[in-house]
């Protein structure tokens, strides 16, 4: 064994640079020179397979590993990782918990346990896991950042912001614990603060696309929405695909009544999920703000389409019908409005009867419109903001 542990301690040092093929060559040469006598080569490959998203490539090498060597530590630490990916995290604890028992001395079977734990929502018990593993591997820059996150988690803001700060002052060239500790700042309502250190590491990290996001949702909390729309332009220069970042920026252009960039993110996230009824919901808000009202219906009935429990896309369409009322519109509206019911939450369930009242008022059914708008009526207490004309509403009931 002591012939391929410079190889196996090279191997490491390109694994930790993301240096995959580079330690898979190592990992397999010192295999083929050990000739089985050490598992630590074949966990090494097994390693490999797992970060290549490889799962079942490193099932298969941790299985042969563990039917050798049942008590095989790293074999048993990289072994729950693959549970945890192809089972509920509540099964997979179990072998969390018997790679520790199997590797007391290992940091990272600790580690692994503490995010286990964390996933369960068992701080204590994760921060347990996680200090643990910090006396093993000291400094370690994984471990600090879980560390705060697991306290911010657990309701320790402060002592999180702590953590995070020395995390971020020991791994500088770590982009994770400037995030962690921008959003733990930004939840302590130090909103300029966290945007100071986003704009510093947009500088030392010029390819990262979250920081990006980050000061874009930052901009939005402050209410500055050019600068918002500027840091998803940045964010998206630099990942082109982003469904999610396209959505939002097309939210924030209609916010802007920038109807071009609105609906060039509607048709780019289209292309990126055709599958997504959110496009077309977003390109449905778009039609609306120029008045198209018709296009605008079919772009929420594409989008009810494609999503058979959206309930938002069919209560604007409906209300749209409602408002035109021309031939079958107002039967359209009604039964969209009852799909809507039938998948609408509680929070919101006041506005679908509140719009089934006016439907069925513009129907001449005054006795169906009653009984809608005293149902939208009970939910005003807790709703407000789904009650437009109240006056309407007890005109109806009365």
């Known amino acids: 064994m002591d012939t391929i542990d410079p190889i196996l301690f090279e191997a490491e040092a390109h694994l930790s640079r993301g240096d995959l093929d580079r330690a898979a060559a190592l990992f397999a040469a010192a295999q083929a020179l050990d000739q089985g006598r050490s598992e630590l080569p074949a966990v090494g490959v097994a390693r490999i397979a797992l970060l290549s998203g490889k799962l079942e490539q490193a099932r298969g090498l941790l299985s042969e590993v563990l039917a050798r060597n049942p008590t095989s530590g790293p074999a048993a630490t990289f072994w729950a990782v693959t549970e945890e990916a192809t089972k509920p995290i509540e099964q997979a604890l179990p072998a ?11 940091w990272l079977a600790h580690f692994n346990l503490g995010r286990a734990l964390a996933r369960q929502g068992r701080y ?18 994984a471990v600090l950042v879980a560390i705060g996150a697991a306290q911010v988690l657990a309701g320790s803001l402060a002592d999180g912001i702590v953590t995070l700060t020395e995390a971020v002052a020991r791994a500088p060239q770590r982009l994770d614990p400037v995030l962690c500790l921008a959003d733990a700042l930004a939840q302590a309502g130090a ?40 840091e998803l332009r940045t964010q998206l220069r630099l990942s082109p695909n982003d469904f999610e970042a396209w959505m939002l920026l097309g939210v924030v252009a209609i916010g802007s009544l920038d109807v071009r960039e609105a609906t060039a993110c509607a048709e780019k996230a289209m292309d990126l999920e055709p599958t997504s009824s959110r496009p077309w919901f977003l390109m449905g808000q778009v039609q609306e703000l120029i008045k198209q009202r ?14 058979a429990t959206a309930w938002q ?6 209300i749209l019908l409602t408002e035109l ?3 079958s519109d107002l039967s359209a509206a009604q039964a969209l409005l009852e799909e809507a019911s039938a998948h ?32 939208a009526a009970t939910g005003v207490a807790s709703a407000p903001h789904v009650i437009e004309s109240g006056r309407l509403l007890r005109a109806l009931v009365a």
Do not use: M
């Open 96 to 106: 969390f918990e018997r790679a520790v028992t199997l590797a007391p001395d290992a």
């Open 124 to 141: 204590g018990d994760a921060l347990d896991a996680f200090r643990r593993s910090l006396t093993l591997q000291p400094g370690e820059g």
């Open 191 to 230: 909103l300029g603060n966290s945007v100071a250190l986003l704009e510093d590491a947009a500088k030392r990290f010029p390819s990262a696309p979250a920081v990006h996001s980050k000061l874009a949702s930052l901009a939005l909390r402050r209410g500055d929405a050019e600068t918002a729309r500027a």
């Open 294 to 307: 018709r296009f605008a219906i079919a772009c929420y009935r594409r989008a009810a389409g494609l999503d």
């Open 313 to 318: 896309p069919r209560v604007n369409a409906a």
């Open 325 to 327: 009322a021309q031939g």
């Open 344 to 375: 609408v939450d509680a929070e919101h369930r006041s506005l679908v009867d509140y719009n089934r009242a006016l439907c069925e008022a513009r129907r001449g059914d005054t006795r169906a419109a009653r009984a809608s708008a005293a149902r």
